[in-house]
């Protein structure tokens, strides 16, 4: 994608100019006339690096409107540097496109992706498009940056911890599911407006970039729930060596996920499992909750506690009602 | 591919910590047990951004052998750092890898890739696996460090500059046509080390790394030359705003290139447009040529004068030998 000239000739080179030029507002970027982009990262920061793919029938629909697809791309990567307690710098698109797909995909997609890219004020410095065999793959990149040494790791949670999880979880796993089975939006109670809700949660993640500052100041380790709750607390626990219990009543729902429950108390599973809630999961020492929870709230942002850490193995449990652990057929997802 | 627990247990999770957990040696990439990288750039220093992706059956071919497609998926981008007067970082690494391919490929491919992570310092700071119903798909973004400020741009050349390229063209592109007609070995006069060799060139490009920081000294202006010296010479020239003025008859080649064209004089068009070359083109003040052209060579990298800068209107011309320009089909290869 970097190296285009001025009037040059090749399609790849007018889609760049037309479509993705626009989104280079970074100086460095050199509006994309350039190999490369040279950035200056602030003083003192570190720079934190992330980068994620989706592909189409794997991670989306190939039908899926294709500005959700852009702003899908770049918010998976923002959610990631949000738990880091990172801000966007900007990112880099490694784009592989079928022979079909022209301008009546790419101007939404760009479009989505660009809207995204100033709202979330990170900026394309610069990347390659290609034409694939394969299906639609969108490779980014993304940058952030955090006060030296500051990024929080996964790897900090202590015993006596609090574990808390952002907005509400499953919505998206949940909505995945309508998308194969629209029939089971009635069957679950819901009505249109909860099945569009949950729908939109999958096609649109809301990374939680506002409250990245927060995360700096309060929580001991944090992580984006993208697998599933279940799973990815597991992981944070392994790599923090200690134990984390949540009880699944505490794990904050919509009223659309609350509703389906109430109709099919199985689906907790896909809840708690399903993974794309791109929220956050953070441990916080007890007394920082409460301010954590005051000031993301002030932010837009529901923070919910929903469990503890204990000294133990590294390992994760979800209690039922009853205190007893649940049991998981398959506690992460994976899209490999 | 980041935030792998510790035991841990899908295939993806082994995968990762089994090939490439072991080229993430850079502290900051954290073994690949979190979210995200945090490097602490040097200090008076640009970040060097650069995303390049190659896919089986586009870039490469589906039956190469995969230590060379590791190595060529991270030495496309090094290039392009070495021509921008960068020094490698380290990278990150979004991998889309058909159901059918497990240890047989990865192990060859992480072998490549972590051998070339070493020879060049730049180690993995992360990434992203994910299945794929389409061809193998390697992105990767490569981040390099320059002096503030000092990133050597397409835009620097200036009248009464001197043209110059490193190494031989054209060796990579014919190549490439012996891959898909080995018979013309034969009919081009080479012998089988002379196939093998031009083979090589399209398998693992030489990425002059050795030399960038000689460019940042001498160079007013500089690109890799991936998609043909024809091609490339104007996109620089275009964004220089000056018309630059090549010799074909200057233009190194290998003595297999030089032999082949001796067969087939039409060759000259597939030398000068065909691509894959790698090497770097650079636009020198006439007073900087002869000390670059001494400290590369010490430095194992031929640099050859090939013509010169203009006052014009962002043009490229090469010259036969009666002094005529060349016209060609295609001027530049794209894999768009």
Not at 8 to 22: C, W
Not at 82 to 105: C, M, N, Q, R, Y
Not at 112 to 119: I, M, Q, S, V
Not at 306 to 313: F, H, L
Request: hydrophobic residues 45%.
């Amino acid at each position: 994608m970097m190296g285009v000239g001025q009037p040059s000739g090749s399609e790849e080179d007018r889609l760049i100019a037309h479509y993705f030029r626009p989104l280079a507002r970074h100086p460095g970027a050199f509006a994309l006339t350039d190999d490369a982009a040279a950035i200056d990262p602030p003083a003192g920061c570190d720079v934190v690096l992330k980068a994620d793919g989706i592909i189409a029938g794997v991670h989306f629909f190939p039908d899926d409107p294709p500005d959700t697809v852009g702003m899908k791309a770049l918010r998976v990567n923002l959610s990631d540097l949000a738990a880091k307690a990172a801000s966007p710098l900007g990112f880099l698109l490694t784009l592989a496109l079928p022979k079909e797909i022209g301008d009546a995909w790419l101007a939404p997609f760009a479009r989505g992706l660009g809207a995204d890219a100033d709202l979330f004020n990170c900026p394309l410095f610069g990347g390659d498009t290609d034409r694939t065999p394969g299906p639609i793959t969108v490779s980014i990149a993304v940058l952030g940056s955090v006060p030296h040494g500051r990024m929080l790791r996964r790897s900090g949670a202590r015993p006596g911890d609090r574990l808390v999880v952002t907005g509400t979880i499953g919505d998206a796993a949940l909505g995945l599911m309508l998308r194969h089975d629209p029939a089971a939006g009635e069957r679950w109670g819901l009505s249109r407006d909860q099945q569009s809700d949950l729908q939109a949660r999958y096609l649109v993640p809301q990374p939680r970039t506002a409250i990245a500052g927060l995360l700096a100041c309060h929580a001991s380790a944090a992580m984006d729930v993208s697998d599933g709750l279940a799973g990815d607390l597991a992981k944070l626990c392994r790599v923090s060596d200690v134990t984390g219990v949540i009880e699944a009543a505490r794990v904050p729902l919509s009223l659309a996920a609350r509703t389906a429950l109430a109709c099919e108390p199985a689906l907790i599973e896909t809840v708690l499992t399903g993974g794309d809630d791109y929220e956050i999961l953070a441990s916080v020492p007890p007394s920082e909750v409460e301010a954590m929870r005051i000031q993301a709230h002030a932010k837009g942002v529901a923070v919910t506690e929903i469990g503890e850490v204990k000294a133990g193995p590294g390992d994760a449990r979800v209690l039922n009602q009853d205190g007893r652990p649940l049991a998981f057929a398959r506690p992460s997802f994976s899209h490999f």
